[in-house]
């Protein structure tokens, strides 16, 4: 089962996605077990696995990241859409396009204090597609 999520994003940071995916694999598989793959279909954002508890967890990561792969680095000649895009390029390389989790009795087998997040790169708001496929 393949199912295609639009997420609209207004601004560079974690936004979570956890709800969203759970609802559709209580629509399309529900009370089996199985695995889910989730894959972002750009270059410029990512997914990540978190904690969904303390909302510091989440911009902690953001500032690091941000610090660690700085805007207006003369070093970066792909400029062409703005500051932000290499920038963005190089973080959705450091993390991940895709993740694997296990679907037990129709539920995601998430830990208690973790949810999916889409990591946003990028300043301006944007529609971003990620592929939920769920494999038995």
Same mark, same amino acid.
């Given at each position: 089962? /393949?199912?295609?999520?639009?997420?609209?994003?207004?601004?560079?940071?974690?936004?979570? /996605?956890?709800?969203?995916?759970?609802?559709? &694999?209580?629509?399309?598989?529900? +009370?089996?077990?199985?695995?889910?793959?989730?894959?972002?279909?750009?270059?410029?954002?990512?997914?990540? &696995?978190?904690?969904?508890?303390? !909302?510091?967890?989440?911009? !902690? =990561?953001?500032?690091?990241?941000?610090?660690?792969? #700085?805007?207006? !680095? #003369?070093?970066?000649?792909?400029?062409?859409?703005? @500051?932000?895009?290499? #920038?963005?390029?190089?973080?959705? @390389?450091?993390?991940?396009?895709?993740? @694997? &989790? #296990?679907?037990?009795?129709? +539920? =995601?087998?998430?830990?208690?204090?973790?949810?999916?997040?889409?990591?946003?790169?990028?300043?301006?708001?944007?529609?971003?597609?990620?592929?939920?496929? &769920? @494999?038995?």
């Amino acid at each position: 089962m /393949i199912e295609q999520l639009t997420f609209s994003v207004s601004r560079q940071g974690l936004h979570s /996605i956890t709800t969203t995916v759970n609802e559709t &694999i209580s629509r399309l598989f529900n +009370k089996q077990n199985g695995l889910c793959t989730l894959f972002i279909q750009h270059t410029s954002a990512s997914l990540l &696995i978190q904690e969904n508890y303390d !909302d510091s967890a989440r911009r !902690d =990561l953001e500032h690091w990241l941000n610090r660690l792969v #700085p805007e207006h !680095d #003369p070093i970066y000649t792909h400029t062409l859409e703005g @500051s932000d895009d290499m #920038p963005a390029h190089i973080k959705a @390389s450091l993390t991940a396009s895709s993740l @694997s &989790i #296990p679907i037990i009795n129709g +539920k =995601l087998a998430l830990g208690t204090w973790q949810g999916i997040y889409l990591w946003e790169h990028r300043h301006a708001s944007s529609n971003r597609n990620v592929i939920l496929h &769920i @494999s038995s």
